[in-house]
């Protein structure tokens, strides 16, 4: 196995996958159609944490460029019931 140098190469356009820890599903899944307007996206719960507080979500979307991934990562860690994205 040989180690990456460098950064990874990705076509755009392509879906990219975000991990979330959150505290509120309802509230996320409005932020997600605020932020991601027109862009296909799926989310799902994909777990919760230990003591029930927390949530673990997953959002893949199709995002446009790099720029465009970004902002969406952004946004997302700004959001209220946000409190870590992957």
């Known amino acids: 196995m040989q ?5 990874p190469e990705l076509s755009y356009p ?8 959150c505290t509120d599903e309802i509230a996320l ?3 997600i159609v605020t932020l991601v307007g027109e862009a296909g996206h799926t989310l799902r719960h994909i777990g919760d944490s230990a003591s029930g507080r927390y949530l ?3 959002l893949i979307v199709s995002v446009r ?11 997302l860690g700004r959001a209220t019931m946000v409190r870590f994205v992957l």
């Not at 460029?65 to 946004?75: G, P, T």
């Open 3 to 7: 180690p990456l140098e460098g950064r």
């Open 14 to 21: 392509c879906c990219w996958t975000y991990r979330i820890i």
């Open 29 to 31: 899944q409005s932020e």
């Open 56 to 58: 673990r979500m997953e």
């Open 65 to 75: 460029d790099e720029a465009h991934r970004n902002e969406i990562f952004v946004a």
